[in-house]
């Protein structure tokens, strides 16, 4: 069964980091980009970052781009999400996504389709 | 503010139809592929739409979507108690470089 669990969520200061993880198995995880995607309490969903299969090639929002860092380790079948500067906008469920770009062609063509459970980032004093 | 604009709410009997429409542009819609992502309360999003009008496996054909020039449709036919949800449209922007996703449908079911 193709899976994926993310883990690391807190309560954290504003201005503090916290790094998830996103454990994922049932699949070639190399092969796949996988997608970070949050959505604040009560609001819609938000795309944050997305990471090629290779890693080679990341993508991120404006909102976070500079204070996030996605990577992964292909080893370990695990995705991560670096969370560098806080803030209390960031509070949010973070899901991990198993994403795929039809026809190769990330990301014009992306897209998720298998989604974890997510794990809750409280940004707060 | 989304780029990918949604109907906050629709609603019908059980048994009857809803559409639910995703307006965007020639940047993002216009020529890209369109999914679309079911929410149930309290759980995380699901894949329901790939690439305008496939569905993957295990998504019953009551299902569809098309699109049209800047705009794409969800339609849910025979419409069921645990249909209700909330449902997005997402695609990738070229002008804005991010997958944005639609503002986000509430659908009830009367």
């Known amino acids: 069964e193709v899976q994926v669990l993310e883990s690391g969520g807190g309560l954290v200061q504003p201005g503090g980091s916290l790094r998830l993880s996103c454990a994922a198995s049932?699949?070639?995880?190399?092969?796949?980009?996988m997608t970070w995607v949050r959505q604040a309490p009560g609001k819609g969903l938000e795309w944050v970052s997305s990471?090629?299969?290779?890693?080679?090639?990341?993508y991120y929002a404006d909102s976070v781009k500079g204070r996030f860092t996605i990577s992964r380790d292909n080893s370990k079948n695990t995705v991560y999400l670096q969370m560098n500067s806080l803030r209390a906008e960031d509070t949010a469920v973070y899901y991990c996504?198993?994403?795929?770009?039809?026809?190769?062609?990330?990301?014009?063509?992306?897209?998720?389709?298998?989604w974890g459970k997510g794990t809750t980032v409280t940004v707060s004093s | 503010q989304s780029v990918l604009t949604q109907p906050p709410s629709v609603s019908a009997a059980p048994g009857q139809k809803v559409t639910i429409s995703c307006s965007g542009s020639s940047s993002n819609i216009g020529n890209n592929y369109v999914s679309w992502y079911q929410q149930l309360p309290g759980t995380a999003p699901k894949l329901l739409m790939y690439e305008n009008n496939r569905r993957p496996s295990g998504i019953p054909d009551r299902f569809s979507g098309s699109k049209s020039g800047t705009s794409a449709t969800l339609g849910i036919t025979g419409l069921q108690t645990g249909d209700e949800a909330d449902y997005y449209c997402?695609?990738?922007?070229?002008?804005?470089?991010?997958?944005?996703f639609g503002t986000g449908t509430k659908v009830t079911v009367l």
């Open positions: 996504a198993k994403s795929l770009c039809t026809g190769g062609v990330c990301p014009l063509k992306l897209y998720m389709d298998v």
């Open positions: 990471i090629s299969g290779s890693g080679g090639s990341t």
């Open positions: 997402g695609t990738w922007d070229s002008s804005l470089s991010a997958y944005v």
């Open positions: 049932g699949f070639t995880f190399s092969s796949y980009a």
